[in-house]
């Protein structure tokens, strides 16, 4: 704006003066009054840009400390909250850790006279020999001793199974009869 009027003040000087010495300088004196004017402008633009900057500057600062301040706040919510599921997880592997070793050691061990039986009726009992035969696994302690002495004496021949029968426990004591027999009441 003020660049206008002094353009203004230049040219009407101009006009009003003659052609001459006084219009040179007229026209050197309204030329530096326009160079000083826009120095002025200028140096007054360059201030309140400086002024814009720092204020935007200490503006987004702030706005970035607010922000980094939310950000670490749910970051710590985020943390307290898996290390609650970490802990709830661990508690559950604790007991079904828990839970196995109970059945494992409720899981009776099987006698070592039992080893001639799993070739037929599988480690825990549950298989039916040969395809012929009953599972044993889970029958009452009587009925296997009762079972295994008929074998043994050749008194018994379920599916023809009974001269196999009486060659695998021909060897075995009553002892171990009875801690077969325990063996596979359990199981």
């Known amino acids: 704006m003020k660049n206008i009027t002094l353009l203004s003040l230049v040219a009407a000087a101009l006009l009003f003066t003659a052609c001459g010495e006084k219009t040179k300088e007229a026209a050197t ?12 402008d200028t140096s007054s633009v360059v201030d309140a840009a400086k002024k814009a900057a720092s204020d935007a500057t200490d503006a987004a600062t702030a706005k970035a400390a607010e922000m980094a301040t939310a950000a670490k ?4 919510k985020l943390a307290a909250a898996a290390s609650e599921k970490a802990a709830d997880a661990a508690a559950a592997l604790k007991e079904r850790a828990a ?3 109970a059945a494992v050691s409720a899981t009776p061990t099987a006698p070592a006279a039992y080893a001639k039986c799993k070739g037929c009726h599988g480690a825990d009992g549950k298989t039916k020999a040969l395809g012929k035969s009953a599972v044993i696994a889970g ?3 009587e009925a296997i ?23 695998q426990v021909a060897s075995m004591s009553d002892a171990d009869i ?10």
């Open 73 to 76: 706040a749910e970051a710590d």
């Open 178 to 187: 009875e801690a077969v027999a325990d063996y596979l009441s359990q199981l």
């Open 99 to 101: 839970a196995a070793t």
């Open 29 to 40: 004196d309204a030329a530096n009054a326009v160079t000083e004017a826009v120095k002025e």
């Open 139 to 141: 029958q009452s302690k």
């Open 145 to 167: 001793i009762t079972s295994m002495n008929e074998y043994k004496a050749g008194t018994k021949n379920v599916s023809g199974m009974g001269m196999l029968m009486k060659g």
